[in-house]
């Protein structure tokens, strides 16, 4: 490397947006190597190298957030690093910018939990820990900063292994050491896709900086099996049904910030990747690829809700719902790449800033909600459903932020919930529009499909909220729960904050969003935002005041207030709810998790392999066992895994044993070979 | 010009004697016979890589000669020995199937290997262009030694008797390879036949016996 090109990197570092991004990601995995230095002490890695990493994140926002406030002008920076004439390309434009937004907003509330949350003692050392933590969050920087595939591959495999090993943290466990390996393994069944589909992308010219990509013109067939490989590999990535298998098994099993990071961040680098090549790079061509994708979003989205139902593991719960609402945001593309190909440039900016702003309400509140999970767990050790209850009185503060996050994600306002699932209906009604008549007599069934699956997140957190923190502890150890400690509190807090900012004030939201469809489709929704409402499209179709709603809400709620404590006798008096004249009730009397998820069991039945031990009505101890399994397991991956043994095992003839059969495997080849020479 | 020719001619009787060493290697049973046979093919080779040398007036090459008569004409042989009477297999000999038929494919492999070097030859440009195809016929022979053999010990020696070959075959290409290379071979080889040296202590211990055969009970099922 000359002298030249090195002042020219220290040139450009000195002032752009982009080199200062560079420069803080890099200070992770700084952060994250000096806790090796004492890697058993909880003290100084917890305490004081997440909080810094905390720092870093909001620096990461506020450079996101200045970059998108700005012109949006795409900066580049060549490092010459990597491989001999194939340096890395670091490129920062609108959808970079607007998901390291979301990557520094959200980071920011879960680091800072997780500097209250690790522990001595609970699997890997803190300092490990603090290292995978750390080199996770920088490589999610860089994939959303690559700018030729090199670098994005490398990066991608770096978090796909960095969260491996956060997710198996706990390996003296055999059943986390399995839901690893499932993760692992779909995570390189993914990556061959995308690295297949860049093959395909570069179109003949080995050319593997996105510029040159984007430059390329390539044939229909070509350009259609990008866009499958890429949406098979993120895909898997992201969770999309039928490759979510191993969503509901590494979420659990990680730590609870573990969990909100890969639900919250992961899932959504995925979301920008899918975005980046569709749009950017490929330059949605065919209106076939958004009804594929409208699909596949939305029965993921239904998939995900119905199953989330029928949970009885808290954090299992949550993972199906992050497949429901990845189908949400698929959805949102889905509809975006049909109006983009169809030349409705509005709607589909409609559609896309549904879909962006939905990725980000998600990363808040999920990470909230798992959050949450995680303080539950620590104070009640606990996981299951049917051993909680009642946590509102011993743990206040958390059962107060999670509300917040469950009515977010239930989508009700005046919470960021409600923004994007409302822009997304608001997107569909739009579909009349499109110039075919099949996809026109359809859209309205996706639209239906997309009322019920909102419909039924809104039930699952019902049941999330319900049976964790209200009514009676189901186990007498539960009053005893603490509440969460200071970090932990600043944390939630944080993106409790989020979500409510994002859903009175959807405004900022918006223009961060209408940054990145400007970029890519050349359309803005709303042009003209005012403060108190957003209209996507006109104001006298459709618009929402999050301000007014919020002035509604206080009004009605301070009037009852003042009402009750005014007119009625103003004493506050704590007796049980409503018994119906019976008023010995325990808490085996509480409708459970499974009960709650009953109705749906039987209305969805077709979506479930389901196996039950029902009692018999003299057993004296009665036990009643329900296993409900993915029919994708035995539909398409226990045959597929079946296979691949087979063809192992047909293989495994070659290894007879004999060292002499060996030797003659070599000799033959060496004569075939020198045989082709001749 | 009389030099190289008597020279050539030397030299090709020489590598007739290895190939003549290789296919007695293919036949022979006891394993001492068989360290001894290869000591001779690495005495003939130090006399041919001497003979090269004097002929092109190339310094290196003795070097690479005096290599060869330390590592391949004194210390393996040594080494050799002393492991069989440490695990008291100087007596070992192995039944053979079918020398004749072992013969056969031996013969056919040898004008396979002419065959293959014939138009290496042309282009060649040293005095021992002619004896690049037993150069490549020693090592396809002794491969083929290392396939029929049953015992630890002679397999080993198949591995190196075909170093042998690669060796010759490279200083009859193109006067030998770079000094680098070769003391990195030699030292590969030292290490290699250490290393094997502690695999015989290990299935001896295990079975008993040096017979590889007994290795195929390792394979999972």
New interface residues.
């Given amino acids: 490397m000359s002298v030249y090109s090195w002042t020219s990197i220290i040139t450009a570092f000195s002032g752009t947006n982009l080199s200062s991004l560079l420069l803080l990601v890099a200070v992770w995995p700084v952060l994250g190597f000096a806790g090796l230095l004492r890697p058993r002490s909880v003290r100084f890695v917890a305490r004081l190298l997440f909080p810094l990493g905390a720092l870093v994140c909001v620096g990461v926002l506020l450079k996101a957030g200045a970059f998108l406030a700005s012109e949006c002008v795409p900066q580049e920076i060549v490092l010459p690093l990597g491989l001999a004439n194939l340096p890395f390309h670091f490129r920062l434009d609108a959808l970079s910018g607007f998901f390291l937004l979301l990557l520094g907003l959200a980071g920011a509330g879960i680091s800072t939990f997780a500097a209250g949350y690790f522990r001595a003692g609970e699997g890997t050392s803190p300092g490990l820990l603090g290292l995978q933590y750390h080199i996770f969050l920088a490589s999610m920087a860089v994939v959303i900063l690559a700018g030729d595939a090199y670098l994005f591959m490398v990066a991608w495999e770096m978090m796909a292994l960095s969260s491996y090993f956060l997710v198996t943290s706990q390996h003296r466990i055999p059943e986390i050491r399995r839901a690893g390996f499932l993760y692992l393994l779909m995570a390189h069944l993914g990556a061959i896709c995308i690295l297949l589909s860049f093959g395909a992308m570069q179109g003949g010219s080995w050319q593997f900086t996105f510029d040159a990509m984007r430059g390329t013109s390539l044939t229909p067939f070509w350009a259609t099996a990008a866009f499958t490989l890429a949406l098979l590999g993120f895909g898997a990535k992201a969770g999309l049904v039928p490759l979510h298998v191993w969503l509901p098994e590494a979420h659990p099993a990680a730590p609870s910030p573990v969990s909100a990071m890969m639900s919250g961040l992961m899932l959504k680098t995925a979301i920008y990747a899918m975005l980046r090549i569709t749009f950017d790079l490929l330059h949605v061509q065919f209106w076939q690829w958004g009804v594929a994708v409208l699909a596949l979003g939305l029965f993921s989205a239904l998939f995900g809700a119905v199953f989330a139902a029928v949970q009885t593991d808290m954090k299992r719960l949550l993972a199906y719902s992050s497949i429901e609402n990845i189908g949400l945001i698929f959805t949102g593309i889905g509809l975006a790449i049909l109006f983009e190909a169809s030349n409705l440039r509005l709607f589909a900016a409609l559609a896309l800033t549904a879909a962006l702003i939905h990725a980000l309400n998600h990363s808040l509140f999920k990470s909230l909600l798992f959050l949450s999970t995680g303080t539950v767990l620590h104070a009640t050790k606990q996981r299951s459903l049917g051993k909680l209850g009642g946590l509102i009185r011993s743990m206040p503060w958390v059962a107060v932020l999670a509300l917040i996050g469950t009515l977010s994600i239930a989508g009700l306002p005046p919470l960021n919930g409600f923004v994007s699932e409302w822009l997304l209906l608001q997107s569909f009604l739009f579909t009349a529009q499109i110039p075919h008549t099949f996809i026109n007599m359809l859209v309205p069934l996706g639209a239906a499909a997309l009322a019920l699956t909102v419909a039924l997140a809104a039930y699952v957190m019902v049941k999330f909220y319900g049976v964790i923190f209200l009514g009676q502890p189901r186990e007498p150890s539960l009053a005893h729960a603490h509440d969460a400690n200071w970090l932990e509190r600043i944390g939630l807090m944080w993106l409790a904050a989020g979500c409510v900012a994002i859903g009175i004030l959807p405004q900022f939201a918006l223009r961060a969003a209408a940054a990145v469809t400007g970029a890519l489709l050349g359309q803005t929704i709303a042009p003209n935002a005012s403060i108190w409402q957003i209209a996507p499209i006109a104001p006298e179709q459709a618009s929402y005041s999050g301000l007014i709603f919020l002035a509604g809400i206080v009004a009605v709620v301070g009037v009852a207030f003042v009402a009750v404590r005014l007119l009625a006798h103003g004493r506050i008096r704590r007796t049980p709810a409503w018994d119906c004249g019976y008023p010995w009730q325990n808490s085996r009397m509480q409708d459970t998790a499974e009960g709650f998820g009953q109705p749906i069991r039987h209305m969805f039945g077709a979506f479930f392999r389901m196996e039950r031990d029902l009692p018999s009505p003299y057993d004296s101890e009665p036990r009643y066992r329900i296993h409900i399994e993915d029919r994708f397991w035995r539909g398409i991956y226990r045959p597929l895994a079946r296979a691949v043994q087979r063809s192992a095992d047909a293989m495994s003839v070659l290894?007879?044993?004999?060292?002499?059969i060996y030797?003659?495997f070599s000799?033959l080849t060496?004569?075939v070979l020198?045989v082709f020479?001749? | 010009m009389l030099k190289s020719h008597l020279a050539a001619q030397l030299l090709n009787l020489l590598a007739a004697g290895l190939l003549l060493i290789s296919f007695a290697m293919l036949s022979r049973r006891r394993t001492q016979r068989l360290i001894t046979l290869f000591a001779w093919q690495g005495s003939i080779l130090f006399l041919s890589t001497c003979l090269v040398a004097y002929d092109a007036s190339l310094t290196e090459l003795y070097y690479s000669a005096a290599l060869t008569l330390i590592m391949k004409v004194i210390t393996l042989p040594w080494i050799l020995h002393r492991l069989m009477r440490r695990l008291g297999a100087q007596w070992d000999s192995e039944p053979l199937v079918n020398i004749p038929a072992t013969m056969l494919v031996g013969l056919v492999l040898v004008i396979f290997a002419f065959g293959l070097a014939e138009p290496i030859s042309m282009l060649a440009t040293t005095i021992t262009r002619h004896t690049i195809g037993i150069a490549l016929a020693v090592i396809l022979l002794s491969f083929l030694m290392m396939i029929t053999r049953r015992k630890a010990v002679t397999v080993v020696i198949g591995f190196l008797a075909m170093e042998n070959g690669l060796f010759f075959a490279a200083t009859s290409a193109t006067y030998g390879m770079p000094m680098v290379i070769e003391l990195g071979i030699a030292l590969d080889l030292l290490v290699a036949v250490f290393i094997l040296g502690i695999f015989f202590f290990q299935i001896h211990e295990q079975f008993d016996s040096l017979d590889l055969h007994h290795l195929e009970t390792l394979r999972e099922d």
């Avoid at chain 1, 290894?655 to 002499?660: A, D, M």
């Fill in positions: 290894q007879g044993g004999r060292l002499s030797l003659l000799f060496l004569i020198l020479i001749l």
